[in-house]
């Protein structure tokens, strides 16, 4: 007989180094995966190249958070550029939107004319977030979502930043790939400290966003 699956099952996989899919929006089931290699963000890491840096001090976009997740899982869901088809099914919506009202799920939002442009989320567990998705309907949009996240991470004392996989793109940003044995000990370094998500409350000051993920700095590039 199958386990149903509730959030409370899926925190504790989380917490087990184990995550969700499915094959497609159409399927049914989901199924459980744990890579034998893990994407991770550094958060003293970011790298956020110049032009990015430009775009996020000339603030195209408000940023705004937790106001519309099941936007931007949809957003996330839907057909863009080289992604046809997604993981994101009913049952995905279903669980994470309950997280979110649980307060374990957040979503980062850029808007622009009141017009929601992009963004990401994630789910949240102690000083672990764990990103899930991220989509763009403007450039740079989702870029933007990832450093105002990454200043919100450091700011709250969060200790890891999960990427599942790691994607040329991602690894651009200065993502990196380590094995399972030293993935699951930083989860559980992060699972036994406190931190707040919500602690940061700077995401209209660009230098502050800035200043939390290491610039200005002495990086150059």
């Known amino acids: 007989m199958t386990t149903p699956i509730t959030p409370a099952l899926l925190l504790r ?8 899919m499915a094959d497609s929006a159409d399927a ?35 940023i705004r958070i937790n106001t519309a ?43 622009q004319d009141n017009r929601l442009v992009g963004g990401l989320y994630g789910v949240h567990l102690n000083a672990a977030f764990f990103g899930e998705s991220m989509f763009s309907r403007m450039r740079d949009a989702s870029k933007v979502a990832l450093v105002h996240l990454v200043a919100r991470l450091n700011a709250g004392g969060f200790q890891l930043l999960d990427t599942q996989f790691l994607t040329d793109h991602l690894a651009s940003l200065g993502a990196i790939e380590i ?27 660009p230098q502050e966003v800035l200043r939390l993920v290491g610039y200005p700095s002495n990086r150059q590039s």
């Open 28 to 62: 049914p089931d989901i199924y459980w995966v744990e890579p034998a290699y893990r994407g991770i963000f550094p958060l003293d890491a970011l790298h956020v190249p110049r032009r990015l840096r430009r775009t996020i001090r000339r603030r195209p976009f408000e």
């Open 13 to 20: 996989a989380y917490a087990s180094g184990v995550f969700p």
């Open 69 to 111: 997740f099941d936007e931007v899982m949809a957003g996330c869901a839907a057909p863009a550029a080289g992604r046809e088809n997604t993981w994101i099914n009913t049952t995905i919506r279903r669980l994470y939107n309950r997280l979110h009202e649980m307060g374990h799920a957040h979503s980062i939002e850029c808007w």
């Open 179 to 205: 094995p399972r044995e030293e993935y699951l000990a930083r989860l559980d370094r992060a699972l036994r400290t406190g931190a707040d998500f919500h602690a940061f409350q700077a995401d209209d000051d």
